[in-house]
Structures are given as C-alpha cells and as structure tokens.
Nanobody, 122 residues
Framework: QVRLVEHGGGLVQAGDSLRLSCVAS?????MGWFRQAPGKEREFVAS????????YYTDSVKGRFTISRDNAKNSLYLQMNNLKPEDSAVYYC??????????????????WGQGTQVTVSS
C-alpha cells in the first residue's frame, strides 16, 4: 500500500505564499490536492496527470495555485500564491493507481495523506 505524507502547511497572512509537498512511498498515476475547511465538505483543488502534462484546477484557485510533480522523487507539489483567508483548510494529497489523466472526483483516488493545515489570516 502506497503511503502519502504531506508537508508545508502553516500560518500565513493574506497575500503570502506557501508550497505544499507530498511524498509517496511508491509510484502513482494521477494525483490531486483536496481541502476541507471546518464545517464544510472536502473539495477538489487541483489534479495532475501521471506524466505531469495535464493539470486541472477548481475555479477559485486558478491563476494563484500551481500543481506539479517530480516522478523521480515520487513527489507532488502545490505552489499557493496570493493566499486568501478562504483558502484556510486542511489540505490533503491523493493518489490514483488506475487513472493516468487528471481526476476530479475524490472517489476515484486510492490513497490519501494525513493532511496539513493551512491558515491564512486577514
């Protein structure tokens, strides 16, 4: 079973940047980032295909967040710029073993990280 471990969360001010990383213990196909704020359902943030050639973002982060991966390091990244208070949430990385293209729905992912907290103060 492939394990995912996230790093990089923290407390920042609005307008600041953060870079999240996620290291997998083995090879993965499509990967993604999700987030969950208190009292809200988990929501999709971004996904990247197995080769890193295709990406997809939820509208609220387009132009501010960039998802990338380094398959040589089994790592996934999320560069978050111009952070807003509404970006505050626990961020989870997820991996699919079956789908090579971007995956939006959470039920298609096979493995999840433990989550990392991102808090953006106004």
């Amino acid at each position: 079973q492939v394990r995912l471990v996230e790093h990089g969360g923290g407390l920042v001010q609005a307008g600041d940047s953060l870079r999240l990383s996620c290291v997998a213990s083995g090879r993965t196909a499509a990967m993604g980032w999700f987030r969950q704020a208190p009292g809200k359902e988990r929501e999709f943030v971004a996904s990247i295909g197995a080769l890193g050639r295709t990406t997809y973002y939820t509208d609220s982060v387009k132009g501010r967040f960039t998802i990338s991966r380094d398959n040589a390091k089994n790592s996934l990244y999320l560069q978050m710029n111009n952070l807003k208070p509404e970006d505050s949430a626990v961020y989870y990385c997820a991996a699919s073993f079956a789908y090579s293209d971007v995956v939006i729905q959470d039920f298609y992912y096979d493995a999840w990280g433990q989550g990392t907290q991102v808090t953006v103060s106004s």
